[in-house]
């Protein structure tokens, strides 16, 4: 039997009408869709399930160009495995959108999410997720997706093996996924902020924090001098700023200002998920 599961994709473009990111004999492929497909494919619910009316016309909105996700694998003709497919499906989906989010800058959501076992068997489970607007857009080139195959692959290792926000890596995820879905743009730094420090300062309370944290920022991710001073400064900016919030100063934030916090603290998971504990007497020496 068939188990399928769809999600639409807000601000997602590509330069591929299909892309195709299969694993584990799992068929996962992010597609364009037609407008006249995805009205079709909601209003042949729109009977059996009133609130189709207001994906309806959230979906419809998005304009000509849309994505979706389609995801489907064979399961036993079996009420357990159904049960079961239907329980792991979310957690694999969250694993796809956070290894997309974290793959590369941009925002990329789900508006609302379908999964059914068979044409035959009618089954509706959906939820507005996503849609806002002001966000930068994610796009994705054909030519991304080897590496998006094996950053999500290592991804995939690295949490199944993990134990809930043990570690400083877990802790980084965490924020960076709390801080993606945030509305306020001080919420969203402040997550990114809080994410960053779980890796940079690991713990430490005591000396100059500040200084610490945008030092080993700019040796880590910057490789020539003049790269380590700018991201040296700027990082001492963000930590000041993020200071201000908490202690209720006045302050400017600009879209801008959580844009770096955002794309530094992705840069750095990617980067602890192949070394999660660095030796920062050798990188500075």
Known sequence: MLF???????????????????????????RKIPKKTLEDFL?????????????????ISLGERMYWIDYHYEVEDSREAMIRANN?????????????????????RIVFYVWRISETEKQFSSSVLGFRTGERLYFLANSELPALKDFHKDLRAFMCKRKESRTPLDRALSRFADGY????????????????????LQGESSG???????????????????????LFSQTTKSYKLRSRIVHGVKYKLSPQDVWFVEDKLRLSIKVFLRTPKPNWLNLIF
């Open 4 to 30: 399928q599961y769809f999600a639409l994709l807000d601000r997602f473009d590509s330069d591929d009408d299909e892309l195709d990111l299969s694993y584990n004999r799992r068929t996962l492929r992010i």
């Open 43 to 59: 209003l042949r619910r729109e009977s059996s399930f009133p609130f189709v009316n207001d994906l309806f016309e959230t979906a």
């Open 88 to 108: 792991t499906v979310h957690e694999e989906m969250e694993r796809v959108i956070l290894a997309l989010r974290l793959f590369k800058e941009g925002c990329v």
């Open 181 to 200: 879905e945030r509305v306020k743009l001080e919420d969203k730094i402040m997550d990114y902020m809080i994410g960053l420090e779980a890796l940079y």
């Open 208 to 230: 100059e924090l500040g200084y610490r944290f945008a030092h080993r920022m700019s040796v880590l991710l910057a490789a020539e001098k003049k790269e380590r001073q700018q």
